[in-house]
């Protein structure tokens, strides 16, 4: 079993370098800046205004990571084999036309929804999603070009940005715009103080070897396909649950829960990447596959072991938690910051294990999993909502995200269990 003193060295070697340094602190000051940001919302936004937006967040979410993160992360893979060869015009016009038909069928379903037309609204998503998108394939750009001081300082910018808007608003009190209003045009202002203080940062591709674009999107659809049903999956495990506990319970109800899930999921949101950090050159390194199963046990056992007591404490001190980084309008959430730690605690160890798939090339696990898991929590939803409450929606969560951990896990022995008879 690892030892704490090689997790100790692990971290020194780590520590020493600068640029991962960077991206680790700048992650964590991220997360307080974001807590911080989420305490100024409970105190002045009322659960119901937080859970409308809520809803409104989870379909913006749902159209965009089915038809516009595939062409980002089509652009991310292509940005140093097929975009120098042919150039960025194709990836343009189909990104143009990803985010139109995003946005007309977002826009539709929100005027069905409330069944009223929105303009303001829409004003504001017209221009976030467009804004939302650039920073994404910027903040890929920055990644893969290993610019990771300036990929780290974009997302400051914006958090701080972010934060800095919504602080003055609630200080002013302006008149001229509803909270929820407020809401998108705080990450609006921080999307496009992104874009003007590092887009010239993306070198643009213009010239390359022409090819016909009906060929191009017929090798963008055969990429972006299985990349669809994951994003469905995944939104179905994340963002399924708003609508369901509007449909059974209430709005408030959604605030309240969202509020709580948000406190809930970053600290492992936070703790993981270290891990993370820490593991994945060791398990892309080794050759054998019996020794990246042991490197994964061996962090698995110790990310567990850290989880444990910050847990123990959670649930000691959830209330205390709760009025630290929430307020008291939030109070009927408290209990779920546990509960929703313990679901994070899940995924995020199941990501871990995950790299070991990755590593293979072996995705199609990773596919399965996350389709039980999403139906598994689609279910539990609606069959716990109405009798168990918010309660029956964490519990949802818990199990669906044990359900993921358990056919990762499973997968991973079964392969132990083959090569020993063999």
């Known amino acids: 079993m690892i030892t704490f003193g090689e997790i100790h060295e692990k971290i020194n070697t780590l520590f020493k370098q600068k640029d991962r340094n960077y991206v680790l602190a700048s992650q964590i000051i991220s997360a307080i800046i974001a807590l911080i940001s989420g305490k100024l919302i409970a105190i002045y936004v009322s659960p119901e205004d937080f859970g409308t937006y809520g809803i409104q967040f989870a379909t913006y979410t749902f159209f965009t990571t089915l038809l516009i993160h595939p062409i980002i992360q089509f652009i991310k893979t292509s940005n140093n084999t097929l975009i120098p060869r042919i150039g960025i015009k194709p990836f343009v016009i189909t990104m143009v036309v990803s985010i139109g038909i995003s946005y007309l069928l977002m826009a539709s379903f929100l005027a ?3 069944g009223t037309q929105l303009w303001p609204l829409f004003i504001l998503l017209f221009f976030f999603i467009l804004t939302s998108s650039l920073n994404n394939v910027l903040n890929d750009h920055l990644n893969i070009r290993n610019r990771l001081i300036d990929f780290s300082k974009l997302a400051l910018l914006r958090s701080i940005s972010a934060l800095l808007f919504i602080s003055l608003y609630f200080y002013i009190g302006y008149n001229y715009l509803t909270d929820i209003y407020a809401l998108w045009a705080m990450q609006l202002f921080g999307g496009v103080l992104g874009l003007l203080f590092f887009g010239r940062k993306y070198h643009f591709y213009l010239g390359g070897f022409p090819v016909k674009y009906s ?12 990349l669809i049903f994951l994003a469905l999956w995944t939104w179905i495990s994340n963002y399924f649950d708003r609508y369901a506990i509007e449909y059974f319970l209430s709005t408030e109800k959604v605030g309240i829960y969202s509020a709580s899930y948000g406190v809930g999921s970053k600290i492992f949101l936070v703790l993981s990447p270290i891990f993370m950090i820490m593991v994945t050159p060791q398990v892309y390194a080794v050759v054998k596959r ?4 042991k490197v994964l046990e061996r962090y698995g056992k110790v990310y567990t072991t850290v989880a444990i007591p910050i847990l123990v404490v959670i649930y000691f001190t959830r209330n205390i938690i709760g009025k630290l980084l929430l307020s008291d309008q939030y109070s009927d959430g408290f209990f779920l910051i546990f509960w929703i730690a313990i679901a994070f ?4 160890l199941s990501k871990l294990y995950e790299l070991y798939f990755f590593s293979e090339k072996n995705t199609r696990i990773i596919f399965y999993a996350n389709g039980l898991s999403a139906l598994v929590n689609l279910l539990l939803n609606i069959i716990l909502l109405k009798p168990y409450g918010l309660f029956g929606a964490a519990i949802a969560s818990c199990i669906a995200f044990m359900v993921h951990f358990g056919i990762i896990f499973i997968k991973i022995k079964s392969e132990n269990l083959r090569q020993n008879i063999i």
């Open 215 to 226: 060929s191009f999107f017929k090798k963008y659809i055969r990429y972006a396909w299985p």
């Open 112 to 114: 069905w929804y409330y």
């Open 345 to 348: 605690y899940l995924l995020t």
């Open 290 to 293: 019996d020794q990246k199963k």
